[in-house]
C-alpha cells in the first residue's frame, strides 16, 4: 500500500488515541484518500511440513485468521527495533498500529506471530518463514542495508496473485538534509513521490535537480539518524522525517482501469513518470522479466514493444523466508515501470538512452499504453511468470482487465502517455510538471591556484583563493550556483560568500585581470569513482589546475553577457582568436555549440529554426541562405551541437561572414515541459580565417514552411490567372502541418474495394461455371490480373480527366485480398504449403469489341510466367504470404459486400500480427518502368469507354465546345472501326509508355501438392468475352491425364503455363489450355502507407555568386557549380526520431546541365506527374482568359484541343515529350537511392517517400530537408 497524505493514523481507530500518542501539532495536509480494508494477522500455530501444496498454502492462509479495521490507505507507521532481536528478523514494536491502541499488545502479537512462522519455517527451503513486521511499519532490511515501508501482503501464502492498483509518481532520490539543504544521508532510491513541480514543495522539502548529473532528489530537512525527542514536539527528527516522506509519497496519482479496447477518459501517464503496480502479495524478484513477464507496448493500437527499466521497487515489501536460508529476506509488493533511461542508467541495463520516456500520445482519447502480465506460458517459453516466492503467479479472475483474446492471457493495464498541447491539450507538452525556464551555460577555461581553505561547518565546502579566466573578455563574476569542474572530473558548486560584503560582487572579482578571489564552493555528488571514499579529499588534492567553469547567460539590461554572446557559444577547433576573440577568424570546419541548464526537447529543437547558421545576412530570405548542417543533443540532451555537412565556402584573401542565431518565440529552444529559454543570445557573427585554404562549397535547405517557400511566388493580385497560382516546390501525397511547419503525408486510411457484377466493366461479363484455382491438391500455379477499372476506380481525379492522375489512388498499398466462393458456399479446407506473391503486370488487357468484333485480342497476358511482370529487377515477384504458413479456408471467415457477394479472405496476412504484416504497394509512382507493350490502343482501355463512357482524351475536341467558347460542351465522337490514327494517339498513356498508374495488379499464387485437401471450393469470375482473348489469367494445374496417369506439379518448378486436365470431359482428364479471360471477383483492402512527394529541380548554387539584386530576379545566387558533388542530405526529424514503424525514404535524379530560369523544371512543381516529370503545356491554343475555372496540373487550361495527351515519346519521331529543359545524368530517367550517384549534377530533383505505419496510424513527418555540397 502507498503512504498517502492525510490525518494521522489514530483519526480513523476507534476512540481517540491514548494521552502519551496525542498527535503533535502539524501543517495541515491534503485531504485523506478513500478508507481501505487493511487486514491484521492473528497468531495462529501451524504445523510443519516437508512441502506445501497449493491447497496446503490455501489452508493456512485462511488459518490466519483475517480481523480488519477501516484505515486511511497507507497511514504511516513509525516503529523502531526489539531490544536484542532475534537472529535474522527485524522484529519490531510500533508506537502506534493499524490493530491496537495498546503497544505491549501489538509487540506480543507480531512476535507471536513471528514465531509461529519460525516454527512453519524449520528445514524448509520453501517455507514461508517470516517476521510478521506489521503492514505500515517503516522496517529496515534485515542485513540492515536499507530501509522500507511494509506493504499489506499475503507474505508469499496465495495461491492467486493480483494487482492492487497502479499509479504514477515522480521518480527521485531521497535524502535527509539539514536546515542548509546540506544532506546529512542519501536514505531511499527510486522513490516514487507526487509528481507536482518543484516550486510547489514547501518545507521542510526541496526538490532540486543536480546540475552534474541531472538526477532529482528530494531533501527533507529532518535528520534521519537523530532520534532524539523533541519535548515540545513531542517526536523526534527521525519521526518527522517518516512523516514527511510518507507526504511526500501519498500525492502519487492513481492510474484508473478502463480496459484497453475502444476510445475513452484514460489516465494520461506524463511522459517521464513512474508507472507503478502494487501487487497484493510479495512478488519473487527472479520472475520480474522485462517483455517476458510483464511486458510494455506502445502504439494506436499498441502493439510494439516499448523498452523501459523494469525493476522491483526497493522501498515497499516485506519479509518472509523463502531462500533456505536462515532468517527472512526482503521481498517487493511493487514493480516500478521508469520509462526514461538516463546514459548511466542505459550503461546498466543496455536499454538505449531515452531522457524523453514514452513515446507522445497522437490523441486524447485512445491508450498508446499498454503493461500486460501474461498468466499463461506461450508454447517453449523457459523463463517463471511473474509469481510469487512460492511459485503462484498473477491470475485473470478477480484482477481487472485481462486480454482474453491473447494466448498468454494478458492482465492489462492501459493508459495514455502525455503528448504535445496542440494535439492532446496536455500541460507541459505531455512531460511532468516543470515551470523553471532553461538557461544557455557557458563554459569557460580558468585556472585553480592557492590553498583550498576547507569550512568549518561543513566539511565539502572550501574557499578557492584565485580563480584566474583563461579570456578576459569570457571571465565570469562568481555568483551562487556556478559550477566549477576540476581537470579529474570533480564538480563543485559556487555558495554565498559572507566572508565577502556583497556576496561575490566587484571585491572579489578583477573584470580587467579575469581574476576572481576567495571564492566558496561545495563538492558536488557523485564524483569519479575513484574519489568517492572521500570527495572532499579528492577535491583539495588533486583540484588546483586547469579547470572549466560553467555559468549562466544573463540577459539583465546592465550585464556584460549581453555585448558578449560569443563567450556562451563553443566554437571547435578553436578559432584562431581563441580565447578573448573566439568568432574571429574561425575555420571552415567549425563546430557550434550551445549547452542549456536542463535536458532540452529534442523533438522541438529544430535545425534552422531553434539554431541555425546563415550566410552573409541574418536573417535567411531564400534556401540558399542556409548552411544545411546536423543539429545533435548529447545523450543528457543538454549540449546540442550544430554541425555543417560540407565545410564552410571560403575564397582565400577574403573574408566570408556566418550568422549564429537562436529561433524566437515558439521556434525557440524548448525543454521537456515546453517551457522556452529564459533569455536567447543576441546574433552572432562569426568570420573565417582570410588566409585559410580555397573551399568550394555550398548548401540549401527545404523548412517546409509551406508547399511554396521560395521564389517565384504566386502573385495574388494579378490579373492573369497562371500568376495567380501557386508555383511550389514540392507536389504529391502529402501537405504542410503550418503551425508545426511540417511535411505530413496523407493519413492512414483504410478502403475496401470490390470486383462484382454492380461494377460497370465486371458486370458487362458473362459469369462463368466457376474455378477451383488457385486450389489444387495436385499442385497449381496460378497467376491472374485485376485491374483499376475492374474495382470501380478512376484513372483521373474525380473521374475528371483535365485534373489529371487521381493521385489519391497512387501508392496504394494491398493489406489483403479476397475471392468470392461460387454459391456463396465455403467448405472447410486446408493446404499445408501455400505461397502468395504480388507484382505490376505489363500487360492491361482491353477487351473493347466493334460490332461483336474483339479489336484488341493480344491486349492479356502471356503463357509465359515471368513474361507477364512489368519489371523483373525494379518490380520483381513480392512475397506477401509464405508457404510455410498455408492457406486454411474457413467458412466462419465469410464477409459480405454492398451487394451482397459473399467474401472469403485469401491467406495474405490472415491471422498476422500487426507488426509482422506483409504489405505491397500497388499503382507505385516509384517505378519508372512502361508497361502496356502488347495494346494497339493504349489507357484508359477503349473497353471502358465503350462500358463505362469513360471517354479517353481523342474523343474531346475541346472542354469549351468547337469554338472555345461554350463551357462545359465537349463534344464526342464514336470509336470508328477500324480505328482512325488520331485513336491512336491521344489517350492518356500510349501504347508502350503506360506508367504503373494505369497498369493491373498481377497475384501469383502456388498451391504445393496435398494429400489431404479435397479441392471442395469454388470460386466465382466472369468471361470477359465470348473469345477466350484477351487473356486475364495463366496458370500450370496438376491433375489425372486421359491414361489415368497423375501429373504432380510442383508451382515452383513452373514457368510455362501449361494449363491442366478437364475432369468433366469424356473420357475425365483432357487438357485444358494455361490462358483464358477469367476475371476473379473479389476485393483487396487498400490502406494508405505509402506517400510520395517530388520536388522541382535545385540548383547547386555558388554561394560566392551572391549578387542582391542582380541576375535571376527570383534568387540573389547567379550561379550553379560546373561539376558538383553532393553529399547525403540531413532531414528532421532524424530517421531515428521517427514514430516506430514509420520510415522516410528519399531517392533524387540530376541534371548535368542548366536548366534555364523561368521553366517549370526548376520553379513549378504544379505542372510535374506524380512520378516527378514535367509535360509539355497543352494545349496550344491556351489564351489563360477568364474563362478558366480548374486549375490543372500541367497547363492550367480547360480549353483543350485535340492533341492533349501524356506521351513519353512521341510515337512518330521517337522524341522526348516530357522534361524538356533536363539533360539527364546518364540520359536515364531512373531515380538514385544515393546522392554520390550524382556526381555533376548542376541541378538536382528529390523524391521523399514517407512510410506511415498502419497498425498504429502512426505518420512520418519532416521539419527540414538540408543538402550539401561540395565543388571538384
Not at 689 to 716: H, K, Y
Not at 1073 to 1079: E, H, K, T
Amino acid at each position: 500500500m502507498i503512504f498517502p497524505s492525510g490525518s494521522p493514523p489514530w483519526d480513523h481507530l476507534t476512540g481517540p488515541p491514548p494521552p502519551d500518542l496525542a498527535p503533535p501539532h502539524h501543517p495541515p495536509r491534503p485531504t485523506a484518500p478513500p478508507l481501505r480494508r487493511v487486514s491484521s494477522f492473528v497468531s495462529t500455530v501451524i504445523p510443519t511440513e516437508e512441502t506445501l501444496s497449493d491447497e496446503a498454502l490455501n489452508s493456512e492462509r485462511k488459518a490466519l485468521t483475517r480481523t480488519t479495521v477501516d484505515t486511511p490507505l497507507g497511514s504511516p507507521l513509525r516503529s523502531e527495533p526489539l531490544p536484542n532481536p532475534s537472529p535474522g528478523f527485524a522484529t519490531t514494536i510500533s508506537k502506534m498500529t493499524h490493530r491496537t491502541h495498546n503497544p505491549t499488545r501489538t509487540a506480543l502479537t507480531s512476535v507471536a506471530a513471528a514465531l509461529a512462522f519460525a516454527t512453519l519455517g524449520c528445514n524448509n527451503t520453501k517455507s514461508p518463514n517470516a517476521d510478521l513486521v506489521p503492514e505500515g511499519t517503516y522496517a529496515s532490511t534485515p542485513d540492515g542495508s536499507r530501509n522500507f515501508f511494509v506493504d499489506s501482503s499475503f507474505r508469499g501464502l496465495t495461491t492467486e496473485v493480483h494487482v492492487a492498483r497502479q499509479y504514477y509518481g515522480r521518480l527521485v532520490t531521497v535524502a535527509s538534509c539539514d536546515a542548509a539543504g546540506a544532506i546529512i544521508e542519501v536514505v531511499h532510491t527510486d522513490f516514487v513521490i507526487d509528481p507536482r513541480e518543484a516550486s510547489t514543495w514547501s518545507a521542510p522539502f526541496t526538490l532540486t535537480t543536480n546540475p552534474v548529473n541531472g538526477m532529482e532528489t528530494l531533501c527533507i530537512a529532518e535528520d534521519v539518524t537523530d532520534t532524539t525527542v523533541d519535548p515540545f514536539l513531542g517526536t523526534s527528527p527521525r519521526e518527522r522525517f517518516i512523516d514527511a516522506l510518507v507526504e511526500a509519497a501519498g500525492g502519487v496519482r492513481p492510474v484508473t482501469d478502463l480496459g484497453f479496447v475502444g476510445t475513452g477518459n484514460y489516465t494520461m501517464v506524463p511522459r517521464n513518470a513512474a508507472f507503478v503496480l502494487q501487487f497484493d502479495d510479495i512478488i519473487d524478484p527472479a520472475t520480474i522479466t522485462p517483455q517476458t513477464s510483464i511486458k510494455v507496448i506502445q502504439g494506436n493500437p499498441p502493439v510494439i514493444p516499448f523498452f523501459a527499466r523494469i525493476f522491483p521497487d526497493p522501498n515497499f515489501g516485506a519479509l518472509a523466508d523463502f531462500d533456505g536460508q536462515p532468517g527472512a529476506e526482503f521481498y517487493p509488493t511493487r514493480i516500478i515501470i521508469d520509462p526514461a533511461i538516463s546514459p548511466a542508467e542505459s550503461l546498466a541495463t543496455n536499454i538505449a538512452t531515452n531522457l524523453t520516456g514514452f513515446p507522445a500520445s497522437l490523441s486524447a482519447t485512445l491508450a498508446n499504453i499498454q503493461v500486460r502480465i501474461p498468466t499463461v506460458k506461450p508454447v517453449g517459453q523457459v523463463s517463471p511468470l511473474l509469481s510469487n516466492p512460492s511459485n503462484h503467479p498473477v491470475v485473470t479472475n478477480d484482477n481487472g482487465t485481462f486480454d482474453f483474446g491473447s494466448s498468454t492471457r494478458d492482465v492489462v493495464r492501459a493508459f495514455r502517455s502525455g503528448g504535445l498541447a496542440e494535439v492532446t491539450g496536455d500541460p507541459f507538452s505531455g512531460f511532468l510538471p516543470d515551470r523553471e525556464m532553461p538557461q544557455i551555460i557557458g563554459a569557460q577555461g580558468a585556472n585553480l591556484a592557492g590553498v583550498f581553505q576547507p569550512d568549518a561547518s561543513d566539511p565539502m565546502a572550501f574557499t578557492i583563493p584565485t580563480i584566474t579566466f583563461n579570456s578576459t573578455l569570457c571571465a565570469q563574476r562568481p555568483v551562487e550556483g556556478d559550477v566549477l569542474t576540476t581537470s579529474v572530473g570533480i564538480s563543485a558548486m559556487v555558495l554565498r560568500n559572507s566572508a565577502i560584503p556583497g556576496s561575490l560582487d566587484s571585491g572579489a572579482f578583477n573584470p580587467v585581470t579575469g581574476v576572481a578571489s576567495s571564492v566558496k564552493v561545495r563538492v558536488l555528488e557523485p564524483v569519479p569513482a575513484q574519489f568517492a571514499a572521500d570527495p572532499a579529499a579528492g577535491f583539495v588534492g588533486n583540484g588546483q589546475g586547469a579547470a572549466q567553469y560553467a555559468s549562466a547567460y544573463d540577459s539583465a539590461p546592465d550585464s556584460d553577457d549581453l555585448t558578449r554572446p560569443e563567450c556562451f557559444v563553443t566554437v571547435t577547433p578553436n578559432s584562431f582568436g581563441f580565447p578573448d576573440a573566439p568568432n574571429v577568424d574561425i575555420t571552415t570546419n567549425a563546430e557550434f555549440a550551445i549547452r542549456f541548464s536542463e535536458p532540452m526537447n529534442r523533438d522541438e529543437m529544430e535545425p534552422y529554426e531553434s539554431i541555425k547558421l546563415t550566410r552573409r545576412r541574418v536573417v535567411a530570405q531564400e534556401a540558399a541562405d542556409y548552411v544545411a548542417g546536423e543539429l545533435r543533443g548529447d545523450l543528457n540532451l543538454r549540449t546540442y551541437s550544430f554541425l555543417p555537412i560540407v565545410p564552410l565556402e571560403h575564397t582565400n584573401g577574403t573574408v566570408e561572414t556566418f550568422f549564429l542565431s537562436l529561433g524566437e518565440g515558439d521556434l525557440a529552444p524548448k525543454d521537456l515541459a515546453g517551457n522556452p529559454l529564459s533569455a536567447l543570445l543576441s546574433p552572432i557573427e562569426y568570420s573565417v580565417l582570410q588566409s585559410a585554404p580555397t573551399q568550394q562549397s555550398g548548401s540549401r535547405v527545404s523548412r517546409f514552411t509551406s508547399l511554396d517557400e521560395e521564389a517565384p511566388f504566386a502573385d495574388l493580385t494579378s490579373d492573369v490567372l497562371t500568376e495567380r497560382i501557386p508555383k511550389l516546390e514540392w507536389n504529391g501525397q502529402g501537405s504542410v502541418d503550418v503551425a508545426r511547419e511540417r511535411l505530413r503525408p496523407r493519413p492512414v486510411v483504410r478502403e475496401q474495394v470490390f470486383v462484382t457484377t454492380d461494377q460497370p466493366l465486371p458486370g458487362a461479363m458473362v459469369p462463368g461455371p466457376g474455378t477451383q484455382l488457385p486450389l489444387n491438391p495436385r499442385g497449381a500455379r496460378t497467376q491472374f490480373v485485376w485491374r483499376y477499372i475492374d474495382f470501380g476506380l478512376s484513372l483521373y481525379e474525380d473521374g475528371d480527366y483535365p485534373k489529371g492522375l487521381d493521385i489519391n489512388r497512387l501508392n496504394v498499398d494491398v493489406e489483403a485480398a479476397y475471392l468470392s466462393p461460387l454459391g456463396s458456399n465455403p467448405i472447410f479446407e486446408s493446404y499445408p504449403d501455400f505461397t502468395m506473391y504480388m507484382a505490376h503486370s505489363k500487360a492491361l488487357p482491353d477487351e473493347v469489341t466493334s460490332n461483336g468484333a474483339l479489336l484488341n485480342a493480344s491486349s492479356g497476358i502471356e503463357n509465359r510466367f515471368t513474361e507477364n511482370l512489368l519489371d523483373q529487377t525494379a518490380d520483381p515477384l513480392e512475397e506477401v504470404h509464405p508457404r510455410e504458413r498455408g492457406y486454411t479456408i474457413n467458412p466462419g471467415d465469410q464477409s459480405l459486400t454492398p451487394n451482397g457477394t459473399t467474401l472469403i479472405p485469401l491467406p495474405m496476412n490472415q491471422g498476422v500480427a500487426e507488426v509482422d504484416k506483409e504489405f505491397y504497394t500497388w499503382r507505385d509512382t516509384a517505378i519508372m518502368t512502361l508497361g502496356g507493350v502488347n495494346t494497339i490502343y493504349g489507357a484508359p482501355p477503349l473497353r471502358n469507354w465503350e462500358v463505362n463512357l469513360e471517354h479517353p482524351r481523342h474523343a474531346v475536341v475541346t472542354m469549351m465546345g468547337e469554338d472555345c467558347s461554350t463551357p462545359n460542351s465537349p463534344v464526342l465522337s464514336p470509336i470508328p472501326s477500324p480505328p482512325s490514327p488520331d485513336v491512336l494517339e491521344n489517350p492518356l498513356y500510349l501504347p508502350g509508355q503506360m506508367r504503373t498508374a494505369a497498369l493491373p495488379l498481377l497475384l501469383d499464387f502456388r498451391c504445393f501438392n496435398s494429400g489431404t485437401a479435397s479441392s471442395g471450393n469454388t470460386f466465382a469470375h466472369g468471361l470477359a468475352n465470348a473469345s477466350m482473348q484477351p487473356f486475364f489469367r495463366a496458370y500450370s494445374a496438376g491433375g489425372t491425364n486421359q491414361a489415368g496417369v497423375l501429373d504432380i506439379i510442383d508451382p515452383d518448378l513452373e514457368t510455362i503455363a501449361n494449363g491442366g486436365y478437364d475432369p468433366t470431359s469424356q473420357p475425365p482428364g483432357a487438357e485444358i489450355p494455361g490462358l483464358d479471360n477469367v476475371l476473379y471477383y473479389g476485393a483487396l483492402d487498400l490502406v494508405s502507407r505509402v506517400n510520395r512527394l517530388t520536388s522541382i529541380f535545385f540548383a547547386a548554387v555558388d554561394p560566392s555568386s551572391f549578387n542582391p539584386g542582380a541576375g535571376n530576379p527570383n534568387t540573389d545566387y547567379d550561379a550553379s557549380y560546373s561539376n558538383p558533388s553532393i553529399v547525403a542530405p540531413v532531414i528532421f526529424p532524424t530517421l531515428l526520431d521517427q514514430p516506430q514503424g514509420t520510415a522516410v525514404e528519399l531517392a533524387y535524379r540530376g541534371s548535368s546541365a542548366e536548366i534555364q530560369a523561368g521553366s517549370p523544371e526548376r520553379e513549378n512543381g504544379q505542372k510535374m506527374d506524380p512520378y516527378g516529370d514535367f509535360f509539355k503545356e497543352l494545349p496550344e491554343n491556351y489564351d489563360g482568359g477568364p474563362e478558366d475555372v480548374q486549375f490543372n496540373r500541367r497547363g492550367n487550361a480547360s480549353c483543350w484541343d485535340a492533341s492533349f495527351r501524356y506521351l513519353m515519346f512521341d510515337p512518330m519521331t521517337g522524341d522526348s515529350e516530357i522534361n524538356d529543359n533536363v539533360s539527364f545524368l546518364g540520359n536515364s530517367l531512373d531515380w538514385r537511392n544515393d546522392t554520390a550517384q550524382l556526381q555533376g549534377a548542376r541541378f538536382f530533383q528529390v523524391r521523399i517517400s514517407l512510410i506511415s505505419n498502419v497498425a498504429t496510424g502512426a505518420v512520418p513527418t519532416v521539419s527540414s530537408l538540408g543538402f550539401g555540397w561540395t565543388n571538384n
